[in-house]
């Protein structure tokens, strides 16, 4: 539950500012025509993440990964801040911003799937089919929660209707970096707080419960 709690607040930022970028192209950089790129990155980075993940993972286990990966998408954030209008930048803080996400949801989806043995492990009786619809479950939270959000973000930034970039006061935008910039930084951090003080889950963990299990299993059918 601390896990799907953790996994919830990240996703729920992450989903915020992904579903902003439309609007960030085209109130604040005011280039939609050079949003496709964002595309071409996300897709391109998002391939190399998931075929690099088990190699990182036998390196430095799924814990590093879900921090560090949430570390890494701060330092996203605050180049996106740092860009202004520099299309460039704009587009090194969006690979910085999305490399680490495909690796944090693997390291989140394998963390709550070996939930199934802790289930079994510490209620004695095993759930798959709960314990793995979690996740989903999540996933469509987050989605209905950020979209929501979204829609407050382009309301109050004035990015309604026939607006137009020129149109767009300086308190407005400051408002929307609140929305797509801010406030999913302080849930990323919350996120990563969460996990680090609550989730014991471990690959180490996991194996031994396994061990356990196993023994259990053996000495019944035995008797």
Known sequence: MWQGLSYF???????????????????????????????????VLGIISVVLFPSIELAVKRRAI??????????????FLLAGSNLFLVY??????FFPYPMIFLAAL?????????????????????????????DKLAGAL?????????????????AKPSNIHP??????KGFMFFAPMILLVLAAFIYLAKVKLTEKKHQEIVNELQAKLSAEQNN
Do not use: H
Not at 17 to 30: E, R
């Open 171 to 176: 308190d407005q935008l400051l408002k929307f």
């Open 146 to 162: 950020a979209n929501g959000m979204v829609i407050l973000a382009a309301v109050n930034s004035g990015m309604v209707g026939k």
């Open 66 to 79: 879900y921090v560090g990966g949430i570390c890494l998408m701060l330092i996203g954030y605050v180049t």
């Open 92 to 97: 090194i803080a969006v690979g910085v911003f």
């Open 9 to 43: 607040i990240f996703a729920l930022s992450y989903v915020v500012t992904n579903s902003l970028f439309a609007y960030y192209f085209q109130y604040v950089l005011d280039r939609t025509d050079k949003f496709y790129m964002v595309g071409i990155i996300t897709t």
């Open 110 to 138: 394998m963390t709550i799937t070996d939930s199934v043995e802790y289930g079994q492990w510490k209620n004695g009786t095993r759930n798959e089919s709960v314990t793995l619809s979690v996740r989903p479950l999540i």
